[in-house]
């Protein structure tokens, strides 16, 4: 595994045709030898169809949520094992959307989070403020609240597995990026408030950036000492544009 990870998350876009043009747009402009992983996260119906383009190949996939528990009676949901049947090596636990759409709290993420280890994916951790969070300067203190849900459920050690992403809720699909330093500062404190529960974690732990990240901002946010790669949105959704974006780090 690499320090740098550059991911795509689709959301809830996708037909055949475009996953099988797009994933093979990807491996024809990327590399094994590049510094930078690279993973996607396309909606389950195409997890299959993922499966089959990039089995044996240096690309990653994963899902973009999943239930916390093993199996049963939960019409419409998948669990960690599926996604592990489905070939997936990651999953994302708490993206914005699914907190603020399908009201998942900071519990429900922690124990999505530990289902996902519990399966064997790497859980993809998103955290970050809204707008209004911000404004009162409430940005740490609730980056802070949503780590600590999660390390109360499963401890610092179980982040040897797991990625972190710092997604801003304003910078998400708005156009709107943080500048690098607003980034680097909450990755910082990031890293910071892993280290003080231990440095060897801290020290590995992958930070990403996720929201609006482009071609032409790439390269400055991942310039930063403690972005280590970022979660793409939009801007994953053709190969032309997730390319450039994987060759400002890559
Ligand atoms: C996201 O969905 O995680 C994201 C960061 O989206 P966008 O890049 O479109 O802002």
């Known amino acids: 595994m690499r320090k740098i990870l550059v991911a795509g998350n689709w959301k809830m876009h996708g037909s055949k ?5 797009l994933l093979e747009g990807l491996l024809a402009g990327s590399s094994a030898d590049a510094k930078a992983d690279l993973a996607v996260f396309p909606p389950f119906p195409y997890l299959s169809l993922t499966e089959s383009i990039l089995s044996g190949t240096h690309i990653r996939w994963g899902g973009q949520t999943l239930n916390p528990n093993a199996k049963g009676a939960h019409t419409g ?28 709290s900071d519990k429900d993420v922690a124990l999505r989070f530990k289902a996902a ?10 955290v970050g ?32 597995r797991a990625t972190v992403a710092y ?15 607003q980034a680097q500062s909450v990755h910082a404190f990031i890293r910071d408030k ?4 231990n440095v060897i974690i801290a020290d590995q732990l992958r930070i990403l950036y996720g929201g609006s990240v482009k071609g032409s901002n790439a390269a400055e946010l991942f310039a930063q000492s403690d972005i280590d ?20 780090v890559a």
């Open 17 to 21: 045709p475009m996953v099988r043009s």
């Open 77 to 104: 949901e998948t669990s960690g094992s599926m996604l592990v049947d489905m070939g997936c090596s990651y999953v994302l636990v708490g993206h914005s959307e699914r907190r603020s759409i399908y009201n998942e």
């Open 117 to 126: 280890l519990d399966a064997g994916l790497q859980p993809v951790l998103c």
């Open 129 to 160: 403020e809204t707008l209004e969070e911000r404004e009162e300067e409430q940005t740490e203190a609730v980056v802070a609240r949503q780590l600590d849900a999660v390390i109360t459920q499963v401890g610092i050690e179980a982040f040897a």
């Open 167 to 181: 997604e801003p809720v304003w910078a998400i699909g708005t156009g709107l990026t943080a500048t690098p330093q």
């Open 194 to 197: 892993m280290t003080a529960l």
């Open 229 to 248: 790669g970022g979660l793409v949105g939009g801007a994953s959704l053709t190969a032309e544009d997730f390319l450039a974006i994987y060759s400002a």
